[in-house]
Structures are given as C-alpha cells and as structure tokens.
C-alpha cells in the first residue's frame, strides 16, 4: 500500500507540477529544454479539451512581450487581450518576456497561478485580463476574487476593463504611485546607496591619505621625496653632495633607469639563441611589468607633495579661499548627478544623432556625447579631490604642535583628528568590529568553511604567497621607518599637555590608521543587494502588476516564488542578461596569448562551437533566463529554481520581472557607457542584482574554486561593478535587464526550436530600423546556425508615411492597414522549418479616433521614451488600445478584410495548403502600387490563416 500511495504521489506531482522534477544539480541547456517539454505536455493534456491530439505533432507555439518599460506593458497589454480573444494566449506553449513586456507577462502568470491554485485539473480557463464585452450577456465583467475572470468573446472589438486591468490603470505612475511620499521615500533610498557608496570609496582614498601623512607630517616635508627624509635623518647631510637625483623625484629617477636597464638585458637575452629567446620570454615581461609599476607607483607618491603644497597655500590664505574647493566640489558633483539623471534622454539623442539626418540632431549628439564623458571624468577627480582633502586635514603647520589649540597645528582639518578621544573611540570600534568578525569565522559553520576557503586561495597563489609575504612585511617595515625618518624617531608618550609636536603628529596617523582598520572591517558588514534601487524597484512592480500569493497558515500575503507559477499558464521564461566582460577563468589566463597554441586545430570530434566568449566578441553581456524550473546561462549552466530559492530568499517572481526591467544600472551589457560606469555606480543607479551563480549552486563554499577572483572574498561588490570586474566565473554574477542584449525575449524561443513564433515589439524605434531584431538575427546566425528571414519594408514605408500625416484619419479602402505586422521563415537546419510573426507598434490610420488625437498632440507616439515611467490613463490607455489593435489587425483572416474593394460578398477562401499557389488580389481601378500592396497584403493574411490552421485555433479558441 505504501509503494501504491508513493506511485500516485508521484504521478500526480508529474500532472500537476513540472513534468520533470528538477535535481539538485547543475544541467546542461539540453536537460532543461527536455524538462520544459515535459511540462508543456502535460500543460496540453491536463487542460485541453483536445490537448492529446496535439502531442508532440503540434508545434510548439511561443509568445515573446519586448521590452520598453510601461510602454511596452501597455501596449503588451492590449496585445494579450486580443490574443486571447483569439483563443492563442490559451494555446501559447512558451510566453517569454523581456522587462516591460515582462511586466504584465509575469503578472498575467501570476494572476493564472492564484487562479488555479489548489483546484487541480477541474480549473476552467482564465484570462486575468479579459474584459466581458458589452453586449455580450457576460454580466458586467468584473474579475474574480483571484483576478483572474472568465474570458468573453468582443462584441465589435469591444474589450471592456475589469478589476485587474483597472488595478493597472491605477498603477501606471507605479514608480511613485503616491506622489510626493514616493518621491521622498525614492530620495531617501537613493540617499542612503549613495551614503554607502561613498563610505566604501574610503576602502580606497583613506588608506592612501594614510600613507601621504604618513611620509609628510609637516608643510615642510611636502618639498622633499620620502627618500631624501629617510637617507637625511639615518646618515646626516652625507648625501646632500648628490643634488641631481635625490633633489626631484628620486624614486621616479630611480624607476626610470632600472626600467631602461631591464629592457636593455632582455632585448640582449632575446637576441640569443632560440633557447635563450624562449627561455627569457616569460621572465623579461614580468620583470618589465614589475619595474614598470614601480616606477609609476612611485612617481604619484613624489607627484603629490608639489600638489599638496599648491592647494595646502591656496587654502590658507583666508576663510573665502578656503570655501572655494567645497564649492567648485558641489558644482561639480550637482553636474555630475545632472547628467545621470538626464541620462536616457541623452543616450536617446546620440541614437536619434545616428539615425536622423540634420544639423541639429548631429549638434545634440556630439553635446550629449561629451556631457556623458565629462561626467565620467568628473568622478574619479572629485575621488581624487576627496583624496587630497583627507591627507591636508592631517598635514601640520612647521612649529605649532600646540594640540590643546589643533586649530593651530593642522589647519585646514577638524578638531577632532588630534583628539585623544577620537583615537578612544576609534580603537573601541575596530576592537568590536574585530570581534564580531572573528566570531563569524570561528564559531559559524560558513565562516569555517569561508576561511577554508581563503587558506586554499592562499594555498594556490604557490610559490608567490611567501614572496607576497616577503613584500608586504618589507613595504610595512619601510612605512614604519619612513614615519620614524619624518618625526625623528620612534613616537614616545609623555601623556602630558601640551603635547610636543612628535607626540601630536603620532596621535594624528594613529587615528588615520585606526579609521582605516575601521573603514575596512565595516564594508564587511554590507551585502551587494541591500543598498541598490532593486529592492524599491522590486516593490513598486510587485504591487502594480499584482504578483503576490497567498501562503501560510494565516493565508498571508508575499511574493511568488518562482517554484510556485503554476503549470496552467504559458511555460514563463524571464529574460535578463548576464553581464561579463572577462572570459571565464582568471584574468592572466584570458589574457595570455599563446601563438603555437593557436595555430594548431582542434582535435577531431571536437570542432563544435564553443559558447561566445563576451569578453572578445564585445557583448558584454550573455542570455540568461529564470524560470519555474531552472535559472542559468550558457557559461553557468543551470541550476534548478528550487535551490536557487534556498540559497537566496529574495529571488522571488518579483525579483526576477525587476531584474528583467533593470534598464539603467551601472553595467548595462551591450549598451553600457564605459565612462559612465563608476558614475552610476556611486550614484546608486543600480537597478542590477547580484546573484548566486547556478554554476556553484550545490557546491559547498569550501569546495569552491580557489582561484575566484579576489573581490569574491572581499565582498568589494561596488569595486566590480564601477570598473567592470565581472566575470562568469565569480561566486555571485550580475544580471540586468534582458534588453541589454535581446530586447525581444526572441532568442530562448529560437533555442527551443519553436515552430511558431510571436514577437510582440514595443521598443522606441522612431526611425524603424528594428534594430533589436536584426541583433537577434546575427545572434541566431552566429550562435545557433540558424537563419530568419523577414522582410519589414512595408512597415517602414508605412511609417513613413505616417510621419507626413501624424493624427489624421485614412481611408479604410488603403492597404497600409495591413502592415501592422510581418511573417517571416526561421531556417533551424535541414527541412526543419518556423514561422515568425512580428508585430510592430505602429499607427496607419484606422485606430480609435482618441488614440489618433493622442498621436496628433504628441508626435513622439508610439514610441516615446523609455524614460518616461509616469503613464496617465490616456497615455496608458491609448498604447494599450494600439496593441489590441494592431493584433486584431494580424489575427482577423476569417473575415473579409474592409480595405479590400469588392470582397465585402465574396465567399471567404480557404488557407492555402500544400503547394496551392497564393490567392492572388481582384482586380483593381487602383493604381499599380495599390495593387501590389494590396495583393502582399491578402497573401500576407492567407498565410496567417494557414499558422493558424496549423495550431489549432479558430475565433471561438483552441480546438472549440
């Protein structure tokens, strides 16, 4: 009996779960593919009233949403309410979504996932959006308790609102659908990443400010070189007769030599025999780069004394010089966030520059190009000011170590940075901050293995480790001689007032270094998620497009997880992007060019193409999906969504549609601003997410690779992202919005092979270059060997047309009406054929008369920017109503279409079948062009009756 109840618990987790139940291990695409197609059959034969004659005969059917933020959820929208009119939302076997359009795609799953919750097989059909028309004897329409209302079939196109589509409408300002209390808990958010942000710069600039007080106690100490102080103080003036080096920049003299030296020995040693070349090859490029950063290293060392000293004067001249810095500083940083903010609307006029002939366009591209770069040079200076600031706060005034008046002694710095005080709260922070770290390595199992850990990346440095030892001890013995050469000898406390100026001076860098120790251990205490705009973004979406549950015994409400969408819905694929700009594997190895190596072919067997590295091929950026099942990438693998979920309470089906929509963050794949990106990082536009890498999903931390990269064990998060150390390899990956390298949610339909294809694309594309589509297009080619072919002429010879008669009405007798959309072939290889249906959000003339006056006032529509996040019920209402439209438009092929003259009585033919030749236009008093026009446009509808024969779908749905 027990066997018996076993079995059937079993099969019904099968019917009712994902098909396939996912291990606890990492899989390959090919695994999670199969897994997906278990759970679309059993979707087919659960719910179905035919679901068994589909079977794998059918093809599978994919919707893809784009992206583009609320506009694209807008327009999404209405395209989903005519799909499902259509019975094909009921029928779509993949929905994948890409953030806007991933805004109500997730939320429609959601709203299905309550619906069929704990009902089983016995759930009737839902579509949480569909409005009952009027007229229709479906009563008034008003949703369910769950939101998700029976469908109704439109009554002349009239799809009336009902409860969950006016949640919406509510929600369309969803960033701050308060007003002013959003804007101000926004700003404090964005405050308090940029508080945090510039703490951890202090990772940095403090302990560098530490080390310029320390070889410069005094104003004096700024004309000379650390080492003329120290050769001074150990031997007297015996080495005053020297004045060519030892005056100016000694070490930087030194370097230079040494560097011309070693270049000299190695060319000689390459100049030997072949084994001396090889033999040399290795060491003569270490040693020039080590000689190299040596001398660099110290020439900024010698180089900051004459700066210091040329502020440290301008500053003491008087209190209305001493304000100028701080002021030109908050110019500078008011422009800096300026431009951040403003920084769509200037990335939308270097993409208008390139694409709109025009002086003024050319004129606001070139501008926007160099606010952005000025921008980003900006920051590292106002870094660099911070720098000069700290290490002026503690540089004395020759003779007056009076500490009981600091005004005196350092007078460019507070009071409090000679305070003995100071150093007493100092050394109680750092000694606590000490032990709660040791605490958390010791006596917890993940600190345990973290240390384990840390001893095997030790470990694997081999021979380096002692000779890194070696150098760190000789550069702290030759910091400690250095600030006994500058205060005449080792410090010695009277502790008595007034100090002399040695004791002052001591106090001063004993807390410069305590504050450092303290800086250091507290950005341990701050994770890579907390502080960015992912949480509130997160929020925003989750109570706009309702993607919440009901769990737990007192029938509370949170978020989804993944793991919990239910299989009654279209297999939901979350598209992001996994940004990585060094190959997997160190940097030295991804850097090392090997000649013979790469002369030499693969052995056989072993010719497949290897995954694209983003790294060389300039993407930046790799697909990466989240689904119910499984979460992962190509470089990655996959790893399933219940472990996933176990190891990250936050990835939640929230989480995922605010990853998916991260569309401004500081890395932004293939459409990242280099110069911008430590700008956006320490201004906290970071709607990213660092995630667990499914790679190391069921991998214990110290059975870790310990050659991960070092911001892994440092948790210097901030550092990898404002200077792009990311890499596929890492213990926690950075993913953004899917847009950032497939705006369309295209390219995992084409990966699955699906045989019929329904793009949905809603980007801001004014000038109709379909930009995103092409991208998919080369990507396909290159990574799948796959090929589409599509021609989108029409739709952009209507477009520009449009643009002559923005808001006017055209006639119903004009074919332009038909080039709402565009079919296209997908070639998979062999006789293995697709179709894709692209349909574009474009205006012909025909749509509702307050969706063409809204044309008429903003010209921009409908591809206004994505920047604009704040939609109002007209705005909101005037996409959505486009998007049904220009899907009705596609879908209707079993009525006579009302732009065609003289078809009104002519019996409706059937789809075309076999090798029947294409029903050809009547004949026409047109003019030739009309014609032809009009002739493209019925075989065009043909076509899209034959798609739709070959699913299955009729006007009353799937398969009655």
Not at 344 to 349: C, D, K, N, R, S
Not at 511 to 537: D, Q, W
Not at 568 to 585: E, F
Request: proline share 6%; aromatic share 10%; with cysteine.
């Amino acid at each position: 009996m027990g066997k018996f109840w076993k079995k059937s618990w079993g099969w019904l987790k099968q019917l009712f779960g994902a098909g396939k139940v996912p291990g606890s291990g990492v899989v390959d695409l090919a695994d999670v593919v199969e897994a997906e197609a278990a759970a679309i059959r059993t979707r087919r034969e659960a719910w179905f009233a035919d679901g068994k004659g589909l079977g794998d005969g059918a093809p599978w059917f994919g919707i893809g949403l784009s992206g583009g933020g609320i506009r694209s959820a807008s327009f999404c929208l209405g395209a989903l309410q005519a799909l499902d009119a259509f019975g094909m939302v009921k029928r779509a076997d993949y929905l994948s979504t890409v953030s806007g359009g991933g805004f109500i795609g997730t939320g429609m799953v959601a709203a299905m996932t309550r619906h069929a919750a704990g009902r089983g097989k016995t759930v009737p059909y839902a579509f949480p959006y569909a409005g009952l028309s009027v007229g229709a004897g479906a009563g008034d329409g008003a949703g369910t308790s769950d939101g998700a209302p029976q469908s109704g079939q439109p009554t002349e196109n009239d799809i009336r609102d009902n409860e969950a589509v006016s949640h919406i409408r509510d929600h369309a300002n969803y960033l701050m659908p308060h007003g002013v209390t959003d804007i101000i808990l926004s700003l404090c958010v964005v405050a308090r990443g940029v508080a945090v942000n510039l703490f951890l710069v202090l990772l940095v600039i403090l302990p560098l400010a530490t080390i310029t007080i320390l070889t410069n106690p005094t104003v004096r100490n700024l004309d000379t070189s650390i080492l003329v102080d120290v050769l001074t103080w150990k031997f007297g003036q015996a080495f005053t007769w020297w004045p060519d080096l030892l005056n100016a920049f000694p070490l930087s003299k030194i370097g230079l030599a040494a560097l011309v030296v070693s270049l000299i020995v190695w060319g000689a040693v390459r100049s030997g025999g072949r084994g001396w070349s090889d033999t040399a090859s290795g060491w003569g490029v270490g040693t020039v780069r080590l000689v190299g950063v040596l001398t660099l290293a110290g020439f900024a060392l010698e180089l900051q004394g004459p700066i210091l000293k040329l502020f440290f004067g301008y500053l003491t001249q008087g209190e209305t010089t001493k304000a100028t810095i701080p002021a030109v500083y908050a110019m500078l940083a008011a422009f800096v966030a300026a431009t951040a903010g403003f920084r769509t609307q200037l990335v939308g006029w270097i993409e208008k520059g390139l694409a709109e002939p025009g002086v003024g366009a050319l004129l606001r591209s070139v501008l926007s190009r160099i606010l952005l770069f000025a921008a980003g040079l900006i920051v590292p200076f106002l870094i660099y000011l911070a720098y000069l600031g700290l290490s002026l706060w503690g540089i004395a005034c020759v003779g007056l170590f009076d500490i009981t008046h600091p005004e005196n002694a350092f007078p460019l710095g507070p009071s409090f940075i000679g305070n003995p005080w100071t150093q007493v709260l100092l050394m109680a922070a750092f000694v606590g901050l000490t032990v709660f770290h040791g605490a958390a390595l010791l006596l917890t199992q993940n600190g345990k293995s973290t240390l384990r850990l840390f001893g095997k990346r030790l470990a694997a440095l081999g021979y380096k480790l002692p000779v890194g030892l070696a150098a760190v001890a000789v550069a702290l013995a030759c910091l400690v001689l250095a600030a006994w050469a500058t205060r005449g000898g080792p410090p010695v406390f009277r502790f008595a007032s007034p100090l002399d100026w040695q004791e002052a001076s001591y106090l001063v860098l004993i807390n410069y270094v305590l504050a450092s120790l303290v800086v250091i251990l507290s950005a341990f205490l701050f994770s890579a998620n907390a502080n960015s705009l992912h949480g509130l973004y997160r929020d925003r979406l989750s109570v706009a497009f309702r993607l919440g549950i009901r769990s737990g015994r007192d029938n509370a409400v949170g978020p989804m997880k993944l793991s919990q969408i239910t299989p009654y819905a279209p297999y939901l694929l979350v598209n992001a992007a996994l940004n990585a700009r060094l190959a997997a594997g160190t940097q030295r190895e991804s850097m090392r060019v090997n000649i013979q190596a790469a002369d030499v072919e693969p052995p056989a067997g072993n010719r497949s193409a290897a995954p694209p590295d983003p790294a060389k091929r300039g993407r930046r950026a790799e697909f990466f999906h989240l689904s119910r099942d499984y979460i992962g990438s190509l470089s990655t693998r996959y790893a399933p969504t219940t472990v996933m979920e176990k190891k990250d309470a936050d990835l939640t089906l929230p989480a995922a549609t605010a990853i998916s929509g991260a569309a401004f963050s500081s890395n932004m794949g293939r459409a990242n601003i280099d110069a911008l990106t430590p700008t956006l990082a320490l201004l906290n536009v970071r709607l990213g997410y660092w995630l667990d890498n499914p790679k190391y999903c069921d991998t214990k931390v110290e059975d870790l690779s310990p050659r991960l990269p070092w911001h892994d064990f440092l948790r210097a998060y901030l550092v990898a992202e404002a200077f792009g150390l990311l890499r596929t390899d890492s213990s926690k990956i950075y993913v953004t919005d899917g847009g950032h390298v497939d705006n369309l949610g295209l390219y995992q339909l084409l990966r699955r092979k699906c045989r019929v294809i329904l793009i949905v694309d809603a980007e801001a594309d004014p000038a109709m270059h379909f930009g995103a589509l092409v991208d998919v297009e080369r990507f396909a080619r290159i990574d799948l060997g796959y090929r589409i072919t599509i021609d989108f002429t029409a739709m952009q010879k209507a477009a520009a047309r449009r643009a002559q008669a923005k808001g006017a009405h055209a006639e119903d007798a004009d074919p332009v009406h038909a080039e709402h959309f565009s079919i296209g072939e997908i070639d998979y290889g062999g006789n293995d054929k697709g179709t894709l249906i692209y349909v574009k959000a474009l205006v012909t003339g025909d749509e509702p008369d307050y969706v063409l006056d809204y044309e008429r006032r903003y010209q921009s529509f409908p591809h206004e920017t994505t920047g604009d996040q704040f939609f109002s019920e007209e705005q909101m209402e005037a996409y959505r109503a486009l998007g049904f439209h220009a899907l009705e438009r596609a879908l209707t092929t079993t009525d006579h279409p009302k732009w065609a003259p003289g078809w009104a009585s002519t019996p409706e033919p059937e789809p075309p079948s076999g090798d029947d030749p294409p029903l050809s236009a009547p004949p026409s008093s047109g003019p030739p062009a009309v014609t032809a026009d009009l002739a493209q446009a019925c075989a065009a509808r043909q076509e899209m009756a034959a798609i739709k024969k070959a699913l299955g779908i009729d006007k009353r749905g799937l398969r009655g």
